[in-house]
């Protein structure tokens, strides 16, 4: 049936109100219709309002017992108290105007058909907001499909949730917990919020769910909030806001590589063996972000400013900080878990400020590039992981280590190894890249220890570079041994090295040297051409226990204004193929020194001491 009432209507009856009973029946009340009288309500089909005529019906219960419409043409105020939905029926809020809703709890009956909600308020400049009380008991589908923003302030549960459209910048927000077997997107410029209430809510959601929205996604606001996406959550476009734990039942996070992300509290990642993309985090979050799983992770910029990069929960998989990481701590697990920091092309920098220890067993990349820079202020230590891959500038402040521990380390673009702290610098073996060039300290006076450092046979050649500066406290560089396809090695400042194996380049430049200290290359060398300067430092050839046979190619020139030793045994040999000349400072010399043909030029100055059998 179809009725109409010009008036506006208001029921004071305290009784019962039945208002259609039927999904055809209409009821249109032009001027609108007051029922908060009556103790309780029943409606089916379409109640309507025109103008701006209101549709109240109080805060007594309603129920509606057969498809119906709560709304027309009116742009006035529709007001509903609990609702409850009969079986396998399904209630509409608002008839497409631009009329503001505001209701009770809306639920179904448990144990029949599941009961359906649709919202169809007008996309409107005005912004007439839907408010629900609550969601839940045996709801399959609520559907948004179009608004001007809907909240629903407490638990929403239902089969599905389907927003289709909402008005651009307008939000469609939980605040409580949800629990949703399937909830679906429309790419349309609104906003998405889930937990957006006070305190912490625990949510979950079964489906792969892809927030195709291009608005905002606001996931949590407190660090107690939770939402388990079982099948996987992806947001790839619009900014996110993130808060509290967000987890999978092994399946992806994806958050994208457009859209920056905001920390607002402690926030968890969790996507067990699935992968977590998350780029870009590129305003100071001051909050703590954790990962947990055994996934392959990228992140872009994370810029936690005072907050800890917390990669301890991680059981495996590798992570990757493409961009700059800026953060108070990093905590790592003593699990097979590759870490990588600066991997991302180009140049990043980034800053630590605590001592760092990475605890990980996998491998650990700091940086690809050479206008990458990796500053711990408080130091690094690497001495867990199975190997390390390294690239531009690794910095310590302070007296902070940098301690890359015993196992292998490979240099991958021209790189520096120290920085303004005074602290050790250890690494075990390093292999230098084709072309690349390693630079051992930043100017401080650090001491330094290595192991072998080699290049890699048949490509271009790699050089090594030591500046460690010229200091009363003399910290020692010490290498173990210095071959396999290496370029120029130059000593640019030292307050000593000391090189305990075999040393093998085609150039060696020493340039300068704490007065006094000494450049000693303990066993054999073979370098092609050996220049010095006019600095007070020692140099020191064939220094080792018994004796060493060592080459070099150039007509060497020792400019050196300290000391002079070639070797300390009768078994110590050492040819200057082009002829060898030292004629200031004091020599020491033992075993064969030998010359193709050519000038052995101790000079008229410096006393010369035989420390054995010399030839």
């Given at each position: 049936?179809?009725?109409?009432?010009?008036?506006?209507?208001?029921?004071?009856?305290?009784?019962?109100?039945?208002?259609?009973?039927?999904?055809?029946?209409?009821?249109?009340?032009?001027?609108?219709?007051?029922?908060?009288?009556?103790?309780?309500?029943?409606?089916?089909?379409?109640?309507?309002?025109?103008?701006?005529?209101?549709?109240?019906?109080?805060?007594?219960?309603?129920?509606?017992?057969?498809?119906?419409?709560?709304?027309?043409?009116?742009?006035?105020?529709?007001?509903?108290?609990?609702?409850?939905?009969?079986?396998?029926?399904?209630?509409?809020?608002?008839?497409?105007?631009?009329?503001?809703?505001?209701?009770?709890?809306?639920?179904?009956?448990?144990?029949?058909?599941?009961?359906?909600?649709?919202i169809n308020v007008a996309d409107n400049a005005a912004n007439p907001v839907v408010q629900l009380a609550s969601i839940g008991t045996d709801i399959g589908t609520v559907t948004v499909s179009q608004s001007s923003g809907v909240v629903v302030t407490g638990t929403a549960s239902?089969?599905?949730?389907?927003?289709?459209?909402?008005?651009?910048?307008?939000?469609?927000?939980?605040?409580?917990?949800?629990?949703?077997?399937?909830?679906?997107?429309?790419?349309?410029?609104?906003?998405?919020?889930?937990?957006?209430?006070?305190?912490?809510?625990?949510?979950?959601?079964?489906?792969?769910?892809?927030?195709?929205?291009?608005?905002?996604?606001?996931?949590?606001?407190?660090?107690?909030?939770?939402?388990?996406?079982?099948g996987g959550v992806s947001k790839t476009v619009g900014a996110k806001s993130l808060a509290g734990t967000i987890s999978t039942s092994n399946s992806a996070i994806n958050f994208g590589t457009a859209g920056n992300i905001s920390l607002v509290a402690n926030t968890t990642l969790?996507?067990?063996?699935?992968?977590?993309?998350?780029?870009?985090?590129?305003?100071?979050?001051?909050?703590?972000?954790?990962?947990?799983?055994?996934?392959?992770?990228?992140?872009?910029?994370?810029?936690?400013?005072?907050?800890?990069?917390?990669?301890?929960?991680l059981t495996g998989g590798t992570t990757s900080v493409s961009g700059a990481l800026t953060a108070q701590a990093i905590t790592t697990a003593a699990t097979a878990v590759n870490i990588a920091l600066n991997a991302g092309a180009g140049g990043q920098s980034s800053s630590i400020?605590?001592?760092?220890?990475?605890?990980?067993?996998?491998?650990?990349?700091?940086?690809?590039?050479?206008?990458?820079?990796?500053?711990?202020?408080?130091?690094?230590?690497?001495?867990?992981?199975?190997?390390?891959?390294?690239?531009?500038?690794?910095?310590?402040?302070?007296?902070?280590?940098?301690?890359?521990?015993?196992?292998?380390?490979?240099?991958?673009?021209?790189?520096?190894?120290?920085?303004?702290?005074?602290?050790?610098?250890?690494?075990?073996?390093?292999?230098?890249?084709?072309?690349?060039?390693?630079?051992?300290?930043?100017?401080?006076?650090?001491?330094?220890?290595?192991?072998?450092?080699?290049?890699?046979?048949?490509?271009?050649?790699?050089?090594?570079?030591?500046?460690?500066?010229?200091?009363?406290?003399?910290?020692?560089?010490?290498?173990?041994?210095?071959?396999?396809?290496?370029?120029?090695?130059?000593?640019?400042?030292?307050?000593?090295?000391?090189?305990?194996?075999?040393?093998?380049?085609?150039?060696?430049?020493?340039?300068?040297?704490?007065?006094?200290?000494?450049?000693?290359?303990?066993?054999?060398?073979?370098?092609?051409?050996?220049?010095?300067?006019?600095?007070?430092?020692?140099?020191?050839?064939?220094?080792?226990?018994?004796?060493?046979?060592?080459?070099?190619?150039?007509?060497?020139?020792?400019?050196?204004?300290?000391?002079?030793?070639?070797?300390?045994?009768?078994?110590?040999?050492?040819?200057?193929?082009?002829?060898?000349?030292?004629?200031?400072?004091?020599?020491?010399?033992?075993?064969?020194?030998?010359?193709?043909?050519?000038?052995?030029?101790?000079?008229?100055?410096?006393?010369?001491?035989?420390?054995?059998?010399?030839?």
């Amino acid at each position: 049936q179809t009725s109409s009432i010009t008036n506006a209507v208001t029921f004071n009856n305290t009784g019962t109100l039945t208002l259609g009973n039927d999904a055809a029946d209409s009821i249109t009340f032009t001027g609108g219709v007051t029922a908060t009288a009556p103790s309780s309500k029943s409606i089916g089909g379409t109640i309507a309002a025109s103008g701006t005529g209101v549709i109240n019906l109080g805060t007594s219960p309603t129920t509606v017992t057969a498809n119906g419409t709560v709304g027309g043409t009116s742009t006035g105020q529709i007001t509903l108290g609990s609702v409850t939905i009969q079986d396998g029926v399904t209630l509409t809020l608002g008839g497409g105007a631009a009329s503001p809703v505001t209701t009770g709890a809306i639920q179904g009956v448990a144990g029949g058909a599941s009961s359906n909600l649709t919202i169809n308020v007008a996309d409107n400049a005005a912004n007439p907001v839907v408010q629900l009380a609550s969601i839940g008991t045996d709801i399959g589908t609520v559907t948004v499909s179009q608004s001007s923003g809907v909240v629903v302030t407490g638990t929403a549960s239902a089969a599905t949730v389907a927003i289709t459209d909402t008005r651009d910048g307008q939000t469609v927000a939980f605040q409580d917990a949800v629990t949703i077997g399937t909830l679906t997107t429309a790419a349309q410029g609104y906003n998405i919020a889930l937990n957006a209430g006070a305190g912490g809510q625990n949510s979950s959601i079964t489906n792969a769910v892809t927030f195709n929205n291009t608005g905002t996604l606001t996931l949590g606001n407190d660090a107690t909030d939770s939402i388990t996406f079982t099948g996987g959550v992806s947001k790839t476009v619009g900014a996110k806001s993130l808060a509290g734990t967000i987890s999978t039942s092994n399946s992806a996070i994806n958050f994208g590589t457009a859209g920056n992300i905001s920390l607002v509290a402690n926030t968890t990642l969790n996507s067990g063996s699935g992968n977590i993309t998350l780029y870009d985090i590129p305003v100071a979050a001051n909050v703590d972000l954790r990962l947990f799983g055994s996934g392959t992770n990228t992140l872009g910029v994370v810029n936690l400013g005072s907050g800890t990069f917390d990669l301890s929960g991680l059981t495996g998989g590798t992570t990757s900080v493409s961009g700059a990481l800026t953060a108070q701590a990093i905590t790592t697990a003593a699990t097979a878990v590759n870490i990588a920091l600066n991997a991302g092309a180009g140049g990043q920098s980034s800053s630590i400020t605590n001592a760092v220890t990475f605890n990980n067993t996998g491998t650990l990349t700091l940086g690809n590039d050479a206008a990458d820079s990796i500053t711990f202020t408080g130091g690094v230590t690497a001495t867990a992981p199975s190997s390390k891959s390294i690239g531009g500038t690794i910095a310590a402040s302070g007296t902070g280590v940098i301690n890359l521990g015993t196992s292998p380390t490979t240099v991958t673009a021209n790189g520096t190894v120290g920085g303004t702290s005074t602290g050790q610098i250890t690494l075990g073996s390093v292999t230098i890249q084709d072309g690349v060039t390693l630079t051992l300290g930043g100017g401080a006076a650090s001491p330094v220890t290595t192991g072998a450092i080699q290049g890699v046979a048949g490509g271009a050649s790699s050089n090594l570079t030591i500046n460690v500066a010229d200091n009363a406290a003399n910290p020692v560089v010490q290498l173990a041994s210095i071959g396999t396809d290496i370029g120029t090695v130059t000593v640019s400042q030292s307050s000593g090295v000391v090189v305990t194996g075999t040393a093998s380049a085609a150039t060696v430049a020493i340039t300068d040297t704490r007065d006094g200290q000494t450049v000693a290359f303990q066993d054999a060398v073979t370098i092609g051409t050996l220049t010095t300067a006019a600095q007070g430092y020692n140099i020191a050839l064939n220094t080792g226990a018994s004796g060493q046979t060592s080459s070099i190619t150039n007509a060497v020139t020792f400019n050196n204004t300290g000391t002079l030793t070639l070797g300390n045994d009768v078994a110590d040999s050492i040819t200057f193929t082009g002829g060898v000349s030292k004629t200031v400072g004091t020599k020491s010399l033992a075993g064969t020194i030998s010359t193709s043909n050519a000038d052995i030029n101790f000079g008229t100055a410096g006393n010369i001491t035989l420390a054995g059998n010399t030839t």
